[in-house]
């Protein structure tokens, strides 16, 4: 991918459009409860950006603090997940796969709080899954 590479994505209904610009951090899949449960699926995957290489183009989506220091956005009038922003990774916005135009653009790198994974659900991929954030934790 190039640098200047630019991603788009929004909600279902169009309300709440966005663009990031250059290559991702990271790209992950979320095990936990809270991106389970804010998703309604068996796990979440983000796509990593800076602040700086993300912009709304189009309307702007509620948010919610989920849990202290973690903030979710969605659209308010379709309810589509658009971002994650946490105060452990500042500077850093997430964005949720499924938002994205060409969510084919972006292979998943790991699995994070594995240790929460459904016990039905498991991806038939090779990657690496940590237990929890820390990845020193696999």
Do not use: I
């Amino acid at each position: 991918m190039n640098r200047q590479t630019k991603h788009t994505g929004g909600c279902l209904c169009g309300a709440v459009r966005f663009e990031a610009t250059g290559e991702p951090a990271w790209v992950v899949n979320c095990h936990c409860r809270s991106c389970r449960r804010h998703t309604a699926s068996a796990m979440s995957t983000f796509v990593g950006f800076t602040e700086k290489t993300f912009r709304y183009t189009e309307g702007k989506p509620k948010v919610f603090e989920s849990s202290p220091q973690t903030w979710r956005s969605f659209c308010g009038d379709c309810g589509t997940p658009v971002t994650y922003h946490a105060d452990w990774d500042t500077g850093g916005v997430h964005v949720y796969l499924g938002a994205l135009d060409d969510p084919d653009a972006f292979s998943p790198m790991f699995h994070v709080n594995f240790a929460e994974h459904v016990s039905w659900f498991d991806t038939a991929d090779k990657l690496k899954r940590y237990k929890s954030m820390d990845k020193g934790s696999a």
